[in-house]
């Protein structure tokens, strides 16, 4: 058997927040939104059919994107129609139908096996940011129905350069916890409560100190004091204080 050789992608990943709240009615049409919205962004974007291969996740999609589209683009059609077409979109749908999206852009390679399955490191670590805490939280607390996260080889290759259309200070920088250790990632928009920064160390008043436990008297209200250095042939070596006497055996 081949195996399979690795390609270059760049990943896009969306899914749906509370897709399993919905009836099968609501469902579909919040899948029928979803696709519409990824279908006309990347277009924008200059990924047709032919560049790019889909995987349909049910409230997810996930993108492999061919190289040869810019990135700056990809970057800059999240930014810009991917909020514009939601809102066009729930604009016109019930209460019930509002349909908030979360979005990851990275990069890295993939394997393609025999049966249509994707496999790679990469791959899974964008579906760790996409289900990550950060991400959700930023959602449930956004003005918007979008929120966006790149990873930080995103980053480092078009966010920290300033390319038009694609303010760089608007990328926050998180840490999303992983069973393979913690993964650094940048968040678009204000950072979400959960996810700020907790104090320094040196902004955390010292605790008070703990008040000594007094020792409990000794049996039988003698209250003994000194250094018992062991018993040698039946006698206390050291001194012992019985009240305000001090006496040596």
């Not at 805490?133 to 300033?162: K, M, N, Q, T, Y």
């Not at 409560?193 to 955390?204: I, Y």
């Not at 018992?228 to 206390?236: D, E, I, K, P, T």
Request: aromatic share 6%; proline share 10%.
């Amino acid at each position: 058997m081949t195996q399979p050789q690795p390609l270059f992608r760049h990943l896009l990943l969306i899914d749906t927040e509370r897709y399993s709240d919905r009836d099968d009615v609501q469902q579909a049409y919040l899948r029928r939104m979803l696709f519409g919205i990824v279908d006309r962004v990347l277009l924008s974007a200059g990924a047709d059919q032919s560049l790019r291969r889909r995987a349909d996740r049910g409230d997810a999609v996930m993108e492999l994107i061919d190289p040869s589209v810019p990135p700056t683009d990809l970057l800059r059609a999240l930014l810009r129609d991917a909020p514009a077409e939601l809102r066009a979109v729930n604009r016109l749908a019930a209460g019930s139908a509002q349909l908030r999206l979360r979005a990851v852009l990275a990069t890295g390679y993939v394997h393609i096996d025999e049966f249509d399955g994707w496999v790679g490191t990469d791959l899974n670590n964008a579906c760790r940011l996409l289900d990550g805490d950060p991400l959700r939280a930023a959602l449930r607390e956004a003005g918007d129905d979008f929120a966006l996260c790149v990873s930080e080889s995103v980053h480092v290759g078009i966010v920290a350069h300033g390319h038009l259309g694609i303010p760089k200070d608007a990328f926050y920088r998180i840490t999303v916890p992983s069973k393979n250790g913690p993964l650094s990632a940048w968040l678009h928009g204000p950072l979400p409560t959960a996810a700020a920064a907790p104090p320094s160390p040196e902004s955390v008043p010292p605790s008070a100190p703990r008040p000594a436990t007094p020792e409990p008297p000794s049996p039988a209200g003698l209250d003994f004091r000194g250094t018992n250095n062991g018993v040698v042939a039946n006698r206390v070596e050291g001194a012992i204080t019985f009240g305000d006497r001090s006496e040596r055996p």
